[in-house]
């Protein structure tokens, strides 16, 4: 597990950035935090990373919405009103092909990979403060914590 500070909302967006520009094709993110935590303000960074141009809003009512990218798409879903039973797989098809980001994935991922990174955005700090804690860690084989460093080590 892999914490890093955040100190504001732009510092998120450069997170993301970071994050995105190091994603590549069948990768898999799950986002998970209270509400307002910042994981749509994340996924707009990550979409700027993977050259997502225009702009990306927040799947909430739609569940999940695909976005060119330079290289790769970027499937940008909130599974927060879904559960196990749905069939996942079919919300989102051809993941394989794409940068696939979930807001409240948990219950879903299996249904979509075995492999996947979890990030977990916590505020540990009273109001007033937009400090967050971005938790970070890889699930399965595809992100071995060698990856997972290495990706939020890379230049912005
Ligand atoms: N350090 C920070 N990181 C991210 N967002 C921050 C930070 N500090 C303040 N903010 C603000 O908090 C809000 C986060 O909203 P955002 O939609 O990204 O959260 P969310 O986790 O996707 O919420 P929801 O669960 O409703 O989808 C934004 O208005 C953002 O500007
Ligand atoms: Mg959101």
Same mark, same amino acid.
């Given at each position: ?27 898999? =993110? ?31 009512? =739609? ?44 219950? =879903? ?29 890889? =699930? ?17």
């Amino acid at each position: 597990m892999i914490s890093v500070e955040v100190h504001d909302a732009t510092a998120m967006t450069d997170l993301g950035r970071r994050l995105g520009a190091g994603l590549r094709a069948g990768d898999a =993110v799950c986002l998970t935090g209270r509400l307002g935590a910042g994981k749509t303000t994340l996924t707009r960074g990550i979409a700027a990373g993977l050259g997502v141009t225009g702009p990306v809003s927040s799947p909430t009512f =739609v569940i999940s919405r695909r976005y060119p990218g330079r290289d790769v798409d970027l499937i940008h879903c909130d599974a927060y009103r879904l559960s196990e039973d749905d069939d996942f797989a079919d919300v989102v098809p051809d993941a394989e092909r794409a940068v696939t980001v979930i807001e409240w994935g948990s219950p =879903v991922m299996t249904a979509i990979s075995d492999s996947w990174l979890e990030v977990e955005i916590v505020r540990t700090t009273g109001a007033g403060d937009e400090t967050r804690w971005v938790r970070c860690e890889g =699930v399965g084989r595809d992100w071995a914590e060698a990856r997972v460093r290495e990706l939020l080590a890379e230049a912005p």
